[in-house]
């Protein structure tokens, strides 16, 4: 009996991660991500007060999960609340983004990640690393980004980090670029200027080919 539970808890797991790769990918293609993005920031703006920051911090949560890129949420942090403000919500939101999607790696999705990376010797080599130094190599990734930011989120749930590890490190290291992008918001005219471009910093481009990789 355990071992046909262990089998339906691991036929689950795989399932419900098919599942929410397919409604990425679904929602990357069809979905006007960019719309919105720019009603939410204006609801943001015209509606919310002093509750805006905080309800940016917690629009990180899907976006992360999903895998959309969050660079419009931080640009709009520092166009809507400037640097101060706009910094604290946007790091804050995106630490607990990045948190969110590596617990959910971590449970539902630990064995699909896991059976896809087993025959990648350079991700054997980063887990063996992180395993010694967890922080410090977490710090680096997230400082040099090889990764696209959402990608990394799941691989890294995977590896022995431990999670108080992950979320320093990845709070520390994501803090100069949310830094560079609040800077940059607070240098936008407009609020259409937020999201202009995004399809050119899509993730579709950067998620898809190893969502399809991985399904194949």
């Excluded at 539902?108 to 010797?121: A, C, E, F, Q």
Aim: proline letters at 6%.
């Amino acid at each position: 009996m355990a071992v046909v539970s262990i089998t339906w808890v691991s036929a689950f797991r795989i399932g419900v991660s098919l599942l929410l790769l397919a409604a990425i990918a679904t929602a990357l293609v069809s979905l006007p991500i960019e719309k919105m993005l720019k009603c939410f920031l204006f609801w943001v703006k015209e509606d919310l007060g002093p509750w805006g920051p905080l309800m940016l911090a917690f629009a990180y949560i899907p976006l992360t999960i999903l895998a959309v890129p969050a660079s419009t949420l931080t640009l709009g942090g520092g166009y809507l609340f400037g640097l101060p403000v706009g910094f604290i919500a946007d790091s804050i939101g995106a630490t607990i983004g990045a948190t969110v999607a590596f617990v959910l790696g971590r449970t539902i999705g630990r064995s699909y990640v896991t059976s896809k990376l087993r025959n990648y010797p350079k991700f054997q080599a980063m887990a063996i690393a992180i395993e010694r130094s967890g922080f410090k190599i977490v710090l680096l990734l997230r400082l040099v980004p090889l990764l696209p930011f959402n990608m990394l989120n799941y691989l890294l749930s995977v590896t022995p980090v431990r999670l108080g590890e992950y979320v320093l490190a990845s709070w520390f290291g994501m803090m100069p670029f949310t830094f560079g992008l609040v800077y940059v918001g607070t240098t936008l005219k407009d609020l259409s200027d937020v999201t202009h471009g995004w399809d050119k910093v899509s993730t579709v481009h950067q998620i898809l080919p190893w969502i399809f990789r991985s399904l194949s």
